[in-house]
């Protein structure tokens, strides 16, 4: 398997310096409030980079499209498109004619500039609030190979959007799911890795063992997942880098599955079924140690950590129907934390630990939505005829997810957690249960 | 099992995919571990002729299949046997401790309106139902083992009542031949 991360340390970063004076201090007129939900996009224009060599010249346009659709896909901004445009940015060091960007009602300005030698590219980019006349933050460079000149609009992406949010970013990011293909009743389901915009999908399996729920590491070198390659369901831990896979877990007699890393990446927590009975266990990766976390005689599954560590939230149906709980990472006593109407499935948590998404029924639909993390607050974000597996983005302000319609094919789709942008994320074929990788570096 | 009996075994479950009837698994729910069965283990493969036997012979796996049943049926998010299940399991356990020479793969089995995860819980918990019966009907718990494919092999895709009151199952999956 070639290594799919193959230009992670390529890059270089490097900070321009201004051609314009810094914003005073408490000037801050270039920004968006996400959690406020935006009502009104913010306006910006990205020209075609400016090619530095011939060489580069392949890309300029490429790059600045690639910037301008993460940009849109957010819903946050709304592109002024190139033909609309009256200034031409013909040198990136030129100053900006600040007038022309307005008469076009542009807000945020994006300038940048490409140069290839060989494999080897060099992205250059610059922020403008068009209104205050002043650049935003310093300049950046990005230095990398010609083969991850997505990644670099990605990074320019993300910085653009952090600079304007105050938000991580979450362009420059992976996300593995599974790819389906076939009829229903025996529907052949591959392992894939794609980047978020549904770009550069890659297969990790074949194809000839079906893979279900697939969780990357936070480091985004590893993942983790249910196969039935031995007749029953085990887990397996496959390295992306060196495509590197073993079992992991094995419970005598068990149905193991539902497995998802501790944030360290050192362990996992995952479910096995024997008897009629699921219950957690925790393993510990260097030792192959597996400690019993529930004893209890229902259904518990679906567990996911906190991001520091200490408390597992998971779906149980000890008191019936499915509900969520969460308890100290070591097990012990577990407090429900649902309590609405219908049943909570798939609690996962927030990378931020503010919130925990879920998939709830209820009424016969299918809802993701948010909680906080003592169940309080709840939010529905989607309804559907099926809707279920949510994973989140690296920065905790979107959230992907399986959504399949009623005799349709599943497919991915993103949503914010304000419950808007709703969109469809492209991807070869019928796809399902997303797990949503880290920033890459 | 010797490797070259396991091959025939599921090379014949690979016949009765190809021979079955149109809606799509029927009996034996459409796969290759075996007799039937939803399994998409990595031994797929492969082309030869294996013998079912004639359903009017009451020793032949396609006896079992098809005139005693091989699977029962349950309802939403249940894993109770409703009577008729059990009267099917019955008529298995009968079957099986006539023919002690099979191995069995039970496949638990729900419908697609739920979650993955807890779905393959469920499966496995209806499987371990019809197991528990069977070896109360004095079938040996050592011919037989559990697989649960959640919501992911069901035996009709329609999105409708009707395809989901035939997918919560659990299926006796003839695997092999023992010794």
New interface residues.
């Given amino acids: 398997m070639t290594r799919l991360f193959h230009s992670l340390t390529a890059f270089a970063v490097l900070v321009l310096t201004s051609i314009a004076p810094l914003l005073p201090a408490q000037a801050q007129p270039l920004r968006l409030q996400i959690t406020e939900g935006v009502i009104e996009p913010m306006p910006f224009a990205v020209p075609a980079f400016v090619p530095e060599n011939s060489a580069g010249g392949q890309y300029a346009e490429r790059l600045s499209r690639v910037v301008a659709a993460n940009l849109t896909n957010t819903g946050l901004f709304r592109e002024v498109p190139p033909q609309a445009h009256i200034a031409r940015i013909s040198s990136f060091d030129a100053s900006v004619s600040y007038s022309d960007w307005r008469a076009v009602n542009v807000q945020a300005l994006i300038t940048g500039a490409v140069s290839v030698q060989g494999n080897r590219m060099t992205v250059k980019f610059r922020l403008f609030d068009v209104l205050t006349g002043q650049q935003v933050g310093d300049g950046l460079q990005f230095a990398g190979t010609t083969d991850s000149w997505r990644r670099m609009a990605h990074k320019v992406s993300d910085a653009v959007y952090s600079r304007i949010t105050g938000e991580g970013g979450y362009f420059d990011s992976r996300v593995v799911f599974v790819s389906e293909s076939g009829?229903?009743?025996?529907?052949t389901?591959r392992l894939a890795i794609m980047d978020q915009d549904g770009e550069n999908v890659q297969f990790l399996t074949d194809g000839?063992?079906?893979v279900?729920?697939p969780r990357m590491s936070l480091s985004g070198e590893r993942i983790l997942y249910?196969t039935?390659?031995?007749?029953?369901?085990r887990l397996a831990l496959m390295n992306t880098q060196t495509g590197q896979r073993q079992l992991v877990g094995d419970i005598p007699?068990a149905?193991v599955?539902?497995p998802r890393f501790s944030p360290d990446g050192g362990g996992l927590v995952f479910?096995a079924?024997?008897?009629?009975?699921?219950d957690l266990y925790r393993m510990a990766l260097s030792s192959g140690q597996i400690q019993q976390l529930t004893s209890s005689p229902s259904?518990t599954?679906?567990p996911s950590f906190s991001p520091d560590g200490r408390f597992i939230a998971f779906?149980s149906?000890r008191s019936g129907t499915?509900q969520i709980y969460v308890m100290p990472a070591s097990g012990g006593e577990a407090r429900r934390i649902s309590f609405g109407q219908g049943r909570y499935?798939?609690p996962v948590w927030s990378p931020r630990g503010d919130l925990i998404a879920f998939?709830k029924?209820n009424a016969g639909r299918f809802h993701i939505g948010v909680m906080r993390t003592d169940g309080s607050e709840e939010r529905l974000l989607t309804a559907s005829?099926?809707d279920?597996?949510p994973t989140w983005a690296p920065n905790g302000r979107v959230i992907m997810f399986t959504r399949?319609a009623?005799?349709?094919d599943p497919s991915l789709f993103s949503v914010d957690i304000t419950g808007r942008n709703l969109r469809r994320i492209p991807t070869p074929g019928p796809a399902?249960?997303p797990s949503w990788g880290p920033l890459l570096q | 099992m010797t490797l070259t009996s396991k091959a025939l075994l599921v090379l014949a479950g690979l016949a009765l995919a190809a021979c079955n009837n149109p809606r799509?698994?029927g009996f034996g729910g459409?796969?290759s571990?075996g007799f039937g069965g939803a399994?998409?283990?990595?031994y797929?493969g492969g082309i030869s002729t294996g013998n079912l036997g004639d359903p009017n012979d009451p020793r032949s796996v396609a006896h079992f299949q098809q005139r005693i049943g091989d699977r029962v049926f349950f309802t939403v998010d249940s894993?109770s046997l409703s009577a008729e299940g059990r009267a099917t399991l019955d008529a298995q356990a009968r079957w099986l401790n006539a023919n002690t020479q099979y191995s069995i793969?039970m496949e638990g089995h729900a419908d697609?309106?739920?979650?993955?995860?807890?779905n393959?819980?469920?499966g496995?918990?209806r499987a371990?139902?019809a197991m528990?019966y069977l070896i109360g009907q004095g079938v040996s718990a050592n011919r037989m083992?559990?697989?649960?494919?959640?919501k992911?092999?069901?035996?009709?895709?329609?999105?409708?009542q009707r395809c989901w009151d035939i997918n919560r199952r659990a299926v006796t999956a003839i695997a092999g031949v023992t010794g």
């Avoid at chain 1, 039935?228 to 369901?233: A, K, L, Q, S, V």
């Avoid at chain 1, 079924?273 to 699921?278: E, Q, S, V």
């Avoid at chain 2, 697609?112 to 807890?118: A, P, Q, V």
């Avoid at chain 2, 992911?152 to 409708?160: H, M, N, S, T």
Wanted: glycine letters at 16%.
């Fill in positions: 009829p229903r009743t025996s529907r389901r000839r063992a079906m279900i729920g249910t039935y390659e031995t007749g029953t369901p007699g149905q599955f539902s479910s079924a024997r008897g009629g009975n699921t259904i599954t679906a779906e149906d499915t499935n798939t998939t029924q005829f099926l279920e597996s399949e009623q005799g349709g399902s249960d | 799509g698994g459409g796969g571990d399994n998409d283990g990595f797929d894993s793969v697609e309106r739920g979650t993955r995860d807890y393959i819980a469920l496995e918990r371990n139902a528990q083992r559990v697989v649960s494919y959640g992911d092999r069901p035996v009709e895709a329609c999105a409708a």
